[in-house]
């Protein structure tokens, strides 16, 4: 039987790492998938994960299940850092996923059991496996424009005219911060824009939200999510702490789903409990007994945020020498964009051939949509980079 398989289409950003690592080169440098790397190009484990894996081997008593939605108390740490006190606790369902991916999987699963009809709209571009998992589950998706290629920023008339077409029975996936793959993000009064279309349509938002803490900061990465949450009757959202806790093999994940109405949760909650269960009933424990442990004492949560701020403001500083080298070298300031975007990824808007030219002639490695990952790259490797891209004439 097994013979009957087909070969599988190949995951852009997975083959990539596969061909970073078999490269010999020895000043190759990845900007390949997104995973935060310090200056020395080692991924780290954060202090306070350090601090909270060793409370939990010492204290952890029982390693039987939680239950189908993972501990509460991780919902509810969770749910505090990311909504505040923005939208009624009583109206919000969660389960703990294995990671962000995990989440928008469920998500996508949620919609289809509500609305088979659904179709969902997503960013042109967006995360290549939003499409896919999309794809995977027979849901029909729309593309509404996203990136402006000229300009590097968010082509927000031509996104909000393409969402016009959206009906009440359709989603919205939205990037809550830091939009993967591009790096340009709504500000608060486009976002507001979007929850009016939103209401005015009757649809229900998705957001994806895997980088809080890694653009303007933790409170401020959280705003439009928080914005959206006080403004619509129903939303759900995939969170993930792979990136912020830096927990990525952990596979740590949250999906909320918040109901118009309180009496709705439980129905809500025993559906996203029952996905849980088909899918891979309990989800990992670890990962989130580490986050509940973090942000649950002052101190260990005090020294995170403090690591957190580092590596975001480190990236922003990556961010501004490489705009600074390529205004240097090019005589243009075309790379401003760099430093005006936020979060891991920044899309430097060029073809798929030069991408594979700046590989094969300076080792330098990332997704063939031209998405580089900013925090792959150090003080030495911003010179070595902006030369080959002015030398590419990109
Ligand atoms: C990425 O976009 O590079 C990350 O989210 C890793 C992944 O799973 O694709």
Not at 170 to 191: E, F, S
Not at 245 to 266: D, H
Request: charged share 20%; net charge negative.
């Amino acid at each position: 039987m097994l013979t009957n398989l087909k070969e599988q289409p190949k995951d852009k950003i997975l083959g990539l790492m596969a061909l970073y690592r078999e490269d010999p080169r020895a000043t190759k440098i990845d900007l390949g998938v997104g995973v935060y790397k310090d200056a020395t190009g080692v991924t780290p484990v954060m202090r306070a994960v350090k601090a909270a894996e060793r409370r939990i081997v010492e204290e952890q008593t029982s390693k039987a299940y939680t239950g189908l939605a993972g501990d509460a108390g991780y919902s509810t740490a969770m749910r505090d850092l990311l909504l505040a006190d923005s939208v009624d606790p009583a109206r919000i369902a969660a389960v703990a996923t294995p990671g962000g991916t995990g989440a928008v999987r469920q998500a996508f699963e949620l919609v289809k059991q509500a609305n088979p009809n659904a179709r969902v709209f997503v960013s042109n571009p967006t995360w290549p496996n939003h499409v896919s998992i999309l794809g995977y589950l027979g849901i029909e998706v729309v593309k509404y424009r996203y990136f402006d290629t000229e300009t590097r920023a968010v082509d927000f008339d031509g996104m909000m005219e393409d969402l016009g077409d959206i009906t009440s029975g359709d989603v919205v996936l939205l990037h809550g911060c830091c939009h993967n793959p591009t790096g340009a993000n709504l500000n608060l009064t486009q976002w507001q824009s979007v929850i009016d279309l939103i209401n005015d349509k009757g649809c229900l938002p998705i957001i994806d939200i895997a980088y809080q803490g890694f653009g303007d900061g933790l409170e401020e990465d959280a705003a439009a999510t928080r914005l959206v949450a006080s403004s619509v009757p129903e939303l759900l959202i995939a969170a993930s702490c792979s990136k912020n806790f830096g927990i990525y093999r952990e596979r740590t994940g949250l999906l909320m789903a918040i109901s118009e109405k309180a009496e709705s949760t439980a129905v809500t909650q025993g559906n996203l409990n029952h996905l849980n269960r088909q899918n891979f009933s309990f989800p990992p424990d670890h990962g989130a007994r580490v986050v509940t442990t973090i942000l649950n004492d002052p101190e260990l949560k005090a020294d995170w945020m403090a690591e957190l701020e580092e590596m975001r403001t480190g990236m922003l500083a990556l961010r501004q020498q490489l705009a600074d080298e390529l205004q240097r070298l090019s005589g243009s300031d075309r790379f401003g964009f760099i430093a005006e975007h936020r979060g891991m990824f920044s899309q430097i808007g060029t073809t798929p051939d030069l991408v594979e030219k700046l590989r094969a002639d300076n080792a330098i490695y990332m997704v063939g949509d031209s998405r580089m990952n900013i925090a792959g790259l150090n003080a030495q490797s911003v010179s070595v980079l902006a030369k080959a891209i002015v030398d590419a004439g990109i």
